[in-house]
């Protein structure tokens, strides 16, 4: 019995992973997902996050037999998500040959414009933390 449980969480997890790649890899969602980066410009505050998490869910779960209404749980699910597929490539290659990343072709000018929105933003978040306790040190 205990077998058996544990071979019916293996499928499950393996199902799970296939489709959150699946879904991942889907160019109208690539593009859906820069767009939303660059209306909502999340920087360093994981409230932007949020809310770049639930416009993706709606937009998945209705776009995609694949994503529950809950794909994204939270801002902190839907960052690694960027980081990993998107920002962590483009700085993997950054002074290298950028077609090699694992982006459709398509969609790289789209990505290009969100990872740079994204990084002014996470900037500016920056150097104002920096900033604030520059006035508390003096």
Request: aromatic share 14%; hydrophobic share 40%; with cysteine.
């Amino acid at each position: 019995m205990m077998f058996f449980g544990l071979t019916l969480a293996l499928i499950t997890g393996l199902l799970i992973n296939f489709a959150m790649k699946r879904v991942a890899t889907d160019s109208m969602m690539e593009l859906q997902f820069m767009k939303e980066i660059a209306a909502i410009k999340p920087g360093i505050d994981m409230k932007d996050c949020d809310v770049l998490a639930a416009r993706m869910n709606t937009y998945l779960s209705s776009n995609s037999v694949l994503a529950t209404p809950y794909y994204f749980y939270n801002g902190k699910s839907c960052y690694p998500f960027f980081r990993k597929n998107y920002l962590q490539p483009r700085l993997i290659v950054k002074y290298a040959s950028y077609q090699n990343a694992n982006i459709a072709s398509g969609s790289q000018p789209f990505v290009h414009k969100a990872i740079k929105i994204h990084e002014e933003r996470a900037n500016e978040d920056w150097e104002g933390i920096l900033n604030k306790s520059r006035r508390f040190e003096q």
